[in-house]
């Protein structure tokens, strides 16, 4: 069973619901987190409940992912996105992590903002894994007992600040910037079953209507098993947090091969990059004021589907 649940306000009152064809049915008594949201229900409750519904046109989004919880990130997870970001594949044999600032969780449709300092926004669609449980030891995950550990899946769009990002070095500071983080708009619940289909979804991210980014789940090099198990012996995770599994090939960063990275050592550090801002100047992949971004999610079979993330961009101070 596949089964999507919204965050939404109506009426200025935030809660959550079932959604299905359009159509929400509110989940009653509050739960202002998402993990006290899934510890109260199991997908098998939230299959069966029934009443009113609102049309989903009539609420105001909010992030299924709520910003108590922990917004941890894979890098370099698909085999030509480390290409394109200047690895070889054959030579990587570690799990890339780094966090983003909750405060950057943001609803699916919002608008996002690039700082005035920011010149080369750069987007990243990611499939979001959401836990199941709050895991403080090690613990051994296998595809066989994913869906103890995953509640489901939501669309995440890894929006970073390139010059901030590469030439100072700080992931965090350069991902964390506010609503760089749109996450949703369903949270797509997954029971023992259906939690392979994550192995079986296609992502699409189009920029203005054209074609960005394109690729499948299947190209996963370090796969949800391997990453929640290695977290385990690393750090404390909670019921709610999200783990955002990495980015496809085609985003607007221009990496320099290995060769030219080597070349570019042996510069003083301001040479080398004014270099790289150079060269990162001369591509118009970079987000602008005004561009429209869509993210979407959906299984081969239509099974599953995480909705469709629009986001405008502005200028902000």
Not at 42 to 56: C, M, N, R, V
Not at 168 to 176: L, P
């Amino acid at each position: 069973m596949a089964l999507n649940v919204i965050r939404f306000q109506y009426q200025g009152v935030p809660q959550w619901g079932v959604i299905r064809n359009g159509q929400i049915t509110p989940v009653p008594d509050d739960f202002p987190t998402t993990g006290a949201f899934l510890a109260a229900h199991s997908i098998e409750t939230l299959a069966s409940l029934q009443g009113d519904t609102i049309a989903e046109g009539a609420v105001e989004l909010l992030s299924p992912v709520t910003e108590n919880q922990q917004f941890l990130c894979q890098g370099a997870n698909y085999r030509q996105h480390m290409i394109e970001s200047g690895m070889n594949p054959d030579e990587k044999h570690f799990n890339m992590i780094f966090t983003k600032a909750a405060s950057c969780i943001s609803p699916a449709n919002c608008d996002v903002i690039r700082p005035g300092r920011v010149k080369f926004l750069d987007y990243e669609i990611e499939l979001g894994l959401v836990l199941k449980k709050t895991i403080t030891g090690p613990c051994t995950v296998r595809d066989d007992n994913l869906h103890d550990y995953v509640a489901g899946l939501v669309i995440v769009n890894d929006y970073s600040a390139r010059d901030i990002q590469i030439p100072e070095m700080q992931f965090y500071k350069g991902k964390s910037f506010r609503t760089f983080g749109p996450v949703g708009p369903y949270l797509c619940l997954l029971d023992r079953q259906e939690i392979g289909k994550l192995y079986d979804l296609n992502l699409i991210l189009t920029v203005n209507r054209e074609v960005r980014q394109r690729d499948t789940t299947r190209n996963l090099v370090n796969r949800p098993p391997e990453t929640i198990t290695e977290l385990s012996g690393v750090q404390d995770m909670f019921i709610g947090d999200l783990i955002a599994t990495g980015t496809p090939s085609g985003c607007a960063l221009s990496v320099p091969s290995p060769t030219k990275q080597k070349i570019a050592a042996l510069l003083p550090q301001a040479k080398k990059w004014k270099m790289f801002l150079d060269v990162q100047a001369r591509r118009p992949q970079y987000l602008k004021p005004g561009d429209k971004v869509e993210a979407r999610i959906v299984s081969a079979d239509g099974s599953i589907d995480l909705g469709v993330q629009r986001n405008t961009i502005v200028g902000g101070a």
